[in-house]
């Protein structure tokens, strides 16, 4: 055996010796991940490609996934991470590197960028384990599962956000995801899918949110009108109290989702936002759209939705709905080119499409 063949039998070794304590598999060149592109605002500001072009590798712990951050050539090196399994906090720990900024207890993508996580095989939980996306860019997340993230109680996670995104992050897609909690901010959750600090350019499609108090957010206060260009299509909203979602400032394009028992409050446009709201379904809900809990105005452009047994409430100083027979009182150019679904195949599209585990199905045109 010559030296060189020494050296590289001895490298693959302890590549495979680090995958299997890591929990991590890296499969053949030939790997790739699910086909698929961004949509939306996320296409915008050069785009969103995640870590295409770049290694494909496997993990079944979070500690492999932040492994495979950290054992790339740099911050921006591109990687696609396929995961399967259950995510917790016994197999999320920190992992220091060059390239990455870890820690326990929560997935990090800090200060990174050109990544894709995707849930493979049986399907990915993060199960009490947020996502946390911080000075970040070009970060894809499909096909997972993030349940009963807590900011309060045992064990805590991400600030109880399922997936958030702060401080100067651009261009995410998340995809075919599940977000789901247990409860509201009495029982230690908060947000499904939050977005602080200067985050734009931003997708969620085909997912579900459900069982929340809160479904998410753009902006984490009325002076914190940095965020912005953010696209919701093709979700299902079911049984969220408030914030589905609720906009301080910027431009949010709403269309062809499901919304279904949205208890107290659904599109709180607020603080000068601006939101397009086209051919979506509200069934069995109140105060589907409209300002509330402010008297700081927001505003939207309304077409094609469906209200099939919606209440409003009366208007108040800091209750504005839009409803009974809501109206536009704006106008919001749309940068990129989009297919609306018809409002009553909406309920069945989005059901049959939405969420994790549905082999990242997208609508046809067709019921």
């Known amino acids: 055996m010559t030296r060189a063949v020494g050296r590289r039998l001895y490298a693959a070794l302890a590549t495979v010796a680090l995958a299997a304590a890591t929990g991590a598999v890296l499969p053949t060149p030939a790997a790739s991940a699910a086909a698929g592109s961004a949509t939306g605002y996320a296409t915008q500001n050069g785009g969103t490609t995640g870590g295409a072009g770049g290694q494909t590798v496997r993990?079944?712990?979070?500690?492999?996934?932040?492994?495979?951050?950290?054992?790339?050539?740099?911050?921006s090196t591109p990687i696609t991470i396929e995961v399967e399994g259950t995510i917790n906090h016994g197999n999320t720990s920190k992992v220091s590197g060059d390239s990455c900024n870890t820690a326990a207890g929560v997935i990090e993508l800090k200060q990174i960028s050109n990544v894709t996580i995707i849930g493979v095989g049986s399907g990915a939980?993060?199960?009490?384990?947020?996502?946390?996306?911080?000075?970040?860019?070009?970060?894809?997340?499909?096909?997972?599962?993030?349940?009963?993230?807590?900011?309060?109680?045992?064990?805590?996670?991400?600030?109880?956000?399922?997936?958030?995104?702060?401080r100067n992050v651009r261009n995410v897609w998340v995809d075919h995801a599940t977000l789901e909690a247990s409860g509201g901010e009495a029982e230690g959750f908060d947000g499904l899918f939050d977005m602080k600090d200067n985050t734009q350019y931003v997708t969620l499609s085909y997912s579900i949110l459900r069982n929340s108090g809160r479904g998410g957010l753009i902006g984490s206060?009325?002076?914190?009108?940095?965020?912005?260009?953010?696209?919701?299509?093709?979700?299902?909203?079911?049984n969220i109290d408030s914030r589905a979602p609720l906009l301080r400032g910027g431009t949010a394009h709403i269309y062809n989702?499901?919304?279904?028992?949205?208890?107290?409050?659904?599109?709180?446009?607020?603080a000068g936002a601006r939101a397009k709201v086209d051919n979506n379904y509200f069934k069995n809900s109140k105060d589907v759209l409209g300002t509330f809990y402010t008297d700081a105005a927001g505003y939207w452009q309304v077409s094609g939705n469906t209200f099939d047994n919606v209440t409003w409430s009366s208007p108040s100083s800091e209750n504005n709905p839009a409803g009974p027979d809501p109206k536009s009182n704006t106008t919001v150019s749309i940068p990129y080119a989009y297919s609306l679904d018809g409002t009553g195949c909406v309920p069945n599209i989005v059901s049959?499409?939405?969420?994790?585990?549905?082999?990242?199905?997208?609508?046809n045109g067709s019921c």
């Open 352 to 363: 049959r499409t939405a969420g994790a585990n549905k082999g990242l199905q997208e609508s």
């Open 257 to 270: 989702n499901y919304y279904v028992k949205l208890n107290e409050s659904g599109i709180n446009s607020r």
């Open 125 to 166: 939980v993060f199960d009490q384990l947020g996502i946390h996306i911080r000075e970040a860019s070009n970060i894809i997340i499909r096909n997972v599962t993030v349940r009963n993230v807590k900011k309060s109680g045992s064990p805590t996670s991400n600030g109880g956000d399922a997936i958030g995104m702060e």
């Open 221 to 238: 206060s009325e002076s914190d009108l940095s965020n912005g260009f953010v696209t919701y299509h093709h979700n299902l909203y079911e």
């Open 59 to 75: 993990a079944t712990t979070g500690t492999a996934i932040h492994a495979a951050l950290c054992g790339r050539a740099s911050s």
